[in-house]
């Protein structure tokens, strides 16, 4: 079988633990080829951000078109897109190449509190972005943002969340429940057909959590093309993030909140 060419359109983290560096790392350890398309530089390590340089929008449109122009992509991954114009130049590429599979991580504010989106960007992911993504793949704060209102932190709630999300257009959503406390970690995916599945996994124990929403993403969209629907995706793409938490604390990358290991 050819091997899937995955493309990242993320920010970058020095660090190796979020970012195109997580991204990459899960493109190959599930069996996808790495392509990284960068929207923005952050000085940042697992203690947090220091500082971001966004990458000019007309260049991302430039890394994007020389090689689109070349290359066969089978899934997209968009991860932080630091302002308005990046997005823009992402959405332009989206629609000029028909772009299949593409899992939208609508990353706003890292862990450490650090905001890796312009606020006024936020209508454009939610008006441009969302409706052209086959899966949005939101935590509770970001789904709270997309919908314009207070985060809730419970599961009736966020089937609710869910639902309505899919009426901003979004073709599936798969709603992260992360934050919310308990044994397990709960999310759920609301399918075209209006149809939810709930996906649980074992919470682990740990501080080292940095990169999760990354990897969980990208996992999904390698995994995609590999698989019948998103639903097989998702669960194991899920496995595959319980197993990088629960590895996590056999690394030593910082003093900080460090990285899931890949
Ligand atoms: N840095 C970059 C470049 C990211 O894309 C992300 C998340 O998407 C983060 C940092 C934040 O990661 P976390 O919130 O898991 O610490």
Known sequence: MRTCNILSIAGSDPSGGAGIQADLKTFSALGG???????????????????????????????????????????????????????????????????????????????????????????????????????????????????????????SSMREQAERLVELGATRVLLKGGHLSGQSSTDLLVTPDGLTETFSAERIATRNTHGTGCTLSSAIATLRPQRRNFSEAVREAK????????????????????????
Do not use: W
Request: charged share 25%; hydrophobic share 45%.
């Open 33 to 155: 080829y790495g392509m990284a398309v960068v929207t923005a530089l952050t000085a940042q390590s697992t203690a947090g951000v220091a500082g971001v340089q966004e990458v000019p929008a007309e260049f991302v449109g430039s890394q994007l078109e020389t090689l689109l122009n070349d290359a066969r992509v089978d899934a997209v991954k968009i991860g932080m897109l630091a302002n308005t114009g990046v997005i823009r130049a992402v959405v332009k590429a989206l629609d000029a190449y028909e772009l299949p599979c593409v899992v939208l991580d609508p990353v706003m504010v890292a862990k450490s509190g650090d905001r890796l989106l312009s606020p006024d960007a936020i209508d454009a992911v939610r008006t441009e972005l969302v409706p052209r993504a086959d899966l949005i793949t939101p935590n509770l704060p970001e789904a709270a943002e997309l919908l314009g209102e207070n985060e809730r932190h419970d599961l």
């Open 239 to 262: 496995d595959y993030l319980t197993e990088a938490l629960r590895h996590a604390d056999e690394l030593d990358a910082g003093r900080g909140k460090g990285p899931v290991h890949h």
